[in-house]
T-cell receptor, first 113, second 109 residues
Framework: DTGVSQDPRHKITKRGQNVTFRCDPI?????LYWYRQTLGQGPEFLTY????????KSRLLSDRFSAERPKGSFSTLEIQRTEQGDSAMYLC???????????FGSGTRLTVV | RKEVEQDPGPFNVPEGATVAFNCTYS??????FFWYRQDCRKEPKLLMS???SGNEDGRFTAQLNRASQYISLLIRDSKLSDSATYLC??????????FGKGTRLHILP
């Protein structure tokens, strides 16, 4: 296990389509976070899980967004009826404790056309 | 007040110079603090944790001032490879880390 992996690395989709991203955290990390980042901005928090429980969702996460972590391992982030404003880098991070910092995956870059 | 505030820069600094960044945070309950480095179109990577007593890692020194709620990063003998965006990150509620926009650093040859 070399780190946090995200799939796909890039996704181009037409407006109105649904997309799903996957994140595989470091295996011993119990907390998993999703962030979104647009050009010139810092990463914005979307949601996080402790094991399989989704503990917090940002107001940024509209009803079109849903995230799961069914077995407390990998997580998926789905965006339904994509809009051009959803174009961004979606970053996943995991940690096993606040004092250890977070490890980020390489991100999924979404382009909605 | 924003949760994290940093001077966005860019800081244009000649190679070999010393450069310092500060950031302020609003959540007095934050317990853990970090500096992350982010290269263009890449993910953030942990540069160093910031301890109450301050800490040093090679050319990098981080300081925490809890009373004033600011964190600093000092880079000595800057290298071209130090060019990046530096993100100051305090942990928030439930260990959720909140990012500011970061400070862009350009090291000039």
């Amino acid at each position: 296990d070399t780190g946090v992996s995200q799939d796909p690395r890039h996704k181009i989709t037409k407006r109105g389509q649904n997309v799903t991203f996957r994140c595989d955290p470091i295996s011993e990390h119990n907390r998993l976070y999703w962030y979104r980042q647009t050009l010139g901005q810092g990463p914005e928090f979307l949601t996080y899980f402790q094991n399989e429980a989704q503990l917090e969702k940002s107001r940024l996460l509209s009803d079109r967004f849903s995230a799961e972590r069914p077995k407390g391992s990998f997580s998926t982030l789905e965006i339904q009826r994509t809009e051009q404003g959803d174009s961004a880098m979606y970053l996943c991070a995991s940690t096993y404790g606040s004092q250890s910092g977070y490890t980020f995956g390489s991100g999924t870059r979404l382009t909605v056309v | 007040r924003k949760e994290v505030e940093q001077d966005p820069g860019p800081f244009n600094v000649p190679e070999g110079a010393t450069v310092a960044f500060n950031c302020t945070y609003s959540n007095s309950a934050s317990q853990s603090f970090f500096w992350y480095r982010q290269d263009c179109r890449k993910e953030p990577k942990l540069l160093m944790s910031v301890y109450s007593s301050g800490n040093e890692d090679g050319r990098f020194t981080a300081q925490l001032n809890r009373a004033s709620q600011y964190i600093s990063l000092l880079i000595r003998d800057s290298k071209l490879s130090d060019s990046a965006t530096y993100l100051c990150v305090p942990s928030g509620r439930d260990d959720k880390i909140i990012f500011g926009k970061g400070t862009r650093l350009h090291i000039l040859p």
